[in-house]
């Protein structure tokens, strides 16, 4: 976040108009703003796995007392970890909706493989179809084409 406010600031000062100063700087962190949200999926996959994996602990000694109380702060932490690449997402984003989205999609992709890689759990086709057009929506939702072709309004009144 501070490398991103640097850069931003720095191309204030080289530019002369407030225009593409803006422009330079919401561009910066409309790339961001993905990047911290699939974070924040694969934060909250692992929360889910460690959870999972501390429920299938049986306390029968000290050891495997102290093993599901470290893989409960594991998950707490993840979790925690997760929320806050969440909620930068959230601050650099223009709209929630995009990286909700791009959070949830994350996290139901890595807990499928998760799931099949580490609890040998099996996913349909239709569970595959379902979060195929939840990806296609994601990719609708987050595609924002460039529009260089239609003239500004600042042109037209002059």
Same mark, same amino acid.
């Given at each position: ?124 086709? =239709? ?14 939702? =987050? ?13 037209? =009144?002059?």
């Amino acid at each position: 976040m501070f490398i991103m406010k640097r850069k931003c600031l720095m191309d204030t000062f080289s530019l002369s108009s407030r225009e593409s100063q803006s422009v330079s700087c919401i561009k910066e962190k409309k790339q961001g703003k993905i990047y911290l949200a699939v974070i924040s999926g694969f934060f909250a996959t692992t929360g889910s796995i460690l959870g999972k994996l501390s429920s299938n602990i049986e306390i029968n000694s000290i050891f495997e007392l102290l093993l599901k109380g470290i893989l409960l702060l594991l998950m707490i932490t993840s979790n925690t970890v997760g929320c806050t690449f969440f909620v930068k997402a959230l601050n650099i984003s223009k709209s929630s909706l995009s990286c909700t989205i791009t959070s949830a999609t994350t996290s139901y992709v890595c807990s499928a493989f998760a799931g099949f890689l580490i609890f040998n759990e099996q996913t349909s086709l =239709n569970w595959w179809c379902g979060i195929s057009l939840i990806i296609l929506g994601l990719f609708f939702v =987050n595609y924002n084409p460039q529009s260089d072709s239609v003239p500004s309004l600042k042109s037209k =009144n002059k």
